[in-house]
């Protein structure tokens, strides 16, 4: 979609968008389409709610063939994430009417948002919800919505709003890759197919180095190769790099970690299918991560960053990693399989250690689709933050309520890790079956592999794929994750 700043609007326009505030009061440059549309305003149905949207048809006295009053609610209620979600009601309603293009009139009060940072986001919310996945659809679908081409922001603060428009756009392709990457069917997606996927983002400036599966050997990375042993498609171990202070950052990079399970089958400890359809997104970490160091890219982000994912997939064969085995880790340490459905966990102790270790980052962040029973303790509303750092935990929790990828914070307690000692190994995979909270568990594990790093992690599960349509998301891949590291990239810029 192309989006357009101008400084004043266009009267050939077919389609116009202009908001109203509570009271039904139009905003701005809206106001010249007071008379037109006047009999639509006074309809009891319409109060101007946040999102709120009265079409206007044909009307007279206006040029444009149509007129859609936006609804923006209280305007000392807004945020740049409410503008967010009300660019992607519009865009979402003019698909449905299969309007191609519209143009969007600013000017008004907006609150404590400024007129650009409302409308930048506007455009990003419409941008995030215009996107498709159809490259495997052959035959047109009855009823299909039509797609949205272009949007034009007329306002008089147009350099301002050119600015924020651009940085939404990179915003915006940083979570369309990795959307795309989490949709991709296995068949097409695994390991060495997204390793190559994400060579191309050299184009961008961003360094990469791919480690295949000798040198995973030779490096010693034990839990990454276990989990793999049951495919016949090899790991690789992604590292991306964006250095936008010349690698000179005080501390070291941030370094960003990614589950990357292209396919999770549960392997031995086999998934109920039900279970095993959206596996397809178990590497939906690794997607942020990629997304994220994209969208740093295109924006030339002052900061330095690394990206680390294992790539993997988890497969039921012959040559499987089996309950009971013993795993030697890239650190020296030890863990007992438990369960082979639980491999999040072995690979990322491995690619933690190897940020931790290579790289001496001034902190460590990591996002994984890992636990179900953090789906049971925070919903669909939060995702799961464990962190052993309190100054990185209120940054990263900063960082989610920017972004509207809201984290609720859960325990990291030594005793979690006294569950995890094995008899016959330095760690259990898992704790013991009659114990409960394989979140907090499984967290008190990774956060014995961070080199006593600032450390927080992000347990993503159930946010890789939204079940229906929302209001900046088609039903399909989220690109959850992308949102909240940008915005802690921007908080260290």
């Known amino acids: 979609m192309q989006i357009e700043v101008i400084a004043r609007p266009a009267e050939s326009a077919d389609v116009s968008i202009v908001f109203a505030a509570e009271g039904k009061k139009l905003l701005g440059l809206g106001a010249a389409f007071g008379k037109a549309v006047q009999k639509a305003l006074a309809a009891p149905a319409f109060s101007a709610r946040r999102g709120e949207i009265v079409d206007v048809l044909g009307a007279a006295d206006a040029k444009a063939r149509r007129i859609l ?17 009300i660019g992607g009601k519009i865009a979402g309603h003019l698909m449905k009417a299969r309007e191609p293009k519209a143009q969007i009139l600013g000017g008004g009060d907006f609150g404590k948002l400024e007129e650009a940072v409302f409308l930048g986001n506007i455009a990003l919310g419409a941008r995030l919800r215009s996107y498709r996945f159809g490259k495997y659809v052959t035959q047109p679908k009855p009823g299909q919505p039509g797609e949205l081409t272009a949007l034009s922001l007329a306002t008089s603060e147009r350099a301002a709003t050119q600015k924020i428009v651009a940085d939404a756009e990179a915003l915006a392709t940083g979570i369309f890759f990795a959307r795309d990457q989490v949709n991709e069917p296995p068949s097409t997606l695994w390991p060495d197919a997204f390793a190559r996927r994400l060579s191309e983002l050299k184009k961008h400036g961003i360094a990469v180095e791919i480690h295949d599966e000798a040198a995973l050997r030779k490096m010693g990375a034990g839990g990454i190769l276990a989990v793999a042993q049951g495919s016949q498609h090899p790991p690789r171990l992604v590292v991306l790099r964006w250095n936008g202070k010349g690698g000179k950052s005080k501390g070291g990079p941030v370094a960003l970690v990614g589950k990357g399970v292209c396919f999770d089958s549960g392997g031995l400890s086999l998934k109920r299918t039900s279970q095993m359809l959206t596996m397809k997104g178990d590497m939906g970490g690794a997607a942020a991560v990629a997304g994220a160091i994209l969208t740093a890219a295109l924006r030339k982000a ?74 049971a303790a925070v919903g669909p509303v939060y995702a799961g933050l464990f962190a052993t750092d309190e100054a990185l935990a209120r940054e990263v929790l900063a960082a989610g309520e920017a972004a509207g990828e809201e984290l609720w914070r859960l325990p990291v307690n030594a005793d979690y890790v006294k569950n995890l000692k094995s008899k016959v190994a330095d760690y259990r995979q898992v704790a013991p079956d009659d114990l409960g909270a394989d979140a907090p568990h499984a967290a008190a594990l990774l956060s014995e592999f961070v080199a006593s790093k600032p450390w927080a992690h992000l347990d993503i599960a159930n946010k890789e794929f939204a079940t229906r349509d929302t209001a900046i998301c088609p039903e399909g891949a989220t690109g959850y994750g992308v949102a909240l590291f940008d915005a802690f990239l921007r908080q260290r810029e």
């Open 69 to 85: 009053v936006v609804g923006i609610g209280n305007p000392k209620e807004l945020s740049a994430i409410r503008a967010r979600k």
């Open 302 to 375: 002052k900061v330095d960053v690394v990206g680390v994912m294992a790539l993997v997939e988890n497969m039921p064969s012959g040559s499987s990693y089996r309950p009971g085995d013993i795993v030697k880790t890239l650190a020296g340490k030890t863990m007992e399989i438990i369960d082979t459905d639980a491999e999040g966990r072995v690979t990322l102790v491995d690619s933690l250690h190897y940020a931790a270790s290579k790289f001496n980052p001034s902190c460590i962040l990591d996002a994984a689709t890992l636990t179900y029973s953090v789906t």
